[in-house]
């Protein structure tokens, strides 16, 4: 099967697959689920605000990560010295947005997490039906989880008269693997999402407004003993004059609870501050 062939919503076998196979699904047909028109209208508002220079009310709390990071402030992937061409926003419900986008980004938050939960409790029923090993209950792994969280992303234009890429020291997102179990990218509009497959090397996603992206992170992967892969991925800058525009994305991260066992000994909350370290964003 192609991993990038989008997948019908109800397709659960075609995706639960490709999770195991690559890490990686495109799923589409989910109507009634999502409100693709306001995820698309709420990127454009946040567009907008990124495009207006953000505001410092609203710059990150280190301690919780909710919050406004500019350019300069970005994670550099794990391994890597040069930062991230971007900036983004990190949105919890307890934490709030600028109040003219609080009632839409928390509406979108919530549809994304009725969506990712109900995509978790197939994901379970998949896994307990073929790992042999203790596998924990998917769904209860996350219920819940004060770290779920919707990352609305910005990445500038590259400047213009910028030739040159590749002795520029800038990416727009390295390749990395997501620290978190599950993550989904609703109405993807620019080109420059590639995923990586043993079989295929880096592809590129297809980009379709009807499209919502799913992969694995490290904590699922952890958690099913490897049965789901964490997706290797990375954003590079298009080619063309699609790289003088700039790119609005929005993932929205599903978390394990702090307090929940991954594997042996390892708990969510251990794992995601050592990654955050790694990632230079904690201390
Ligand atoms: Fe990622």
Redesign the pocket.
Known sequence: MNPLEPRFWGNMAAICLDLHQTGFSVIKGYDSNVDIPLASSLMDDWWQWFVAGGDDRYLFDPETQAGWFPVEKSEKAKGRTEVDLKEYYHYFPHAGAPPHLEEKTRKHFDQMLRFSNELLGWLGSFVSANVDDDVPDLVELSEGSPYNLLRVLYYPPIPSGVEDLDRLPITR?AE???INML?FITAPTTKGLQVFSEEHGWMDVPVDEDHIIV?V?DALDLATRGFLKSAR?R?VIPDGDERFKSRVSM?FFLHARPDAILSGEITAQEHLRKRLRELGVAS
């Open positions: 997102a990395h693997t997501d993550t992969n992170g991925h954003v993932p």
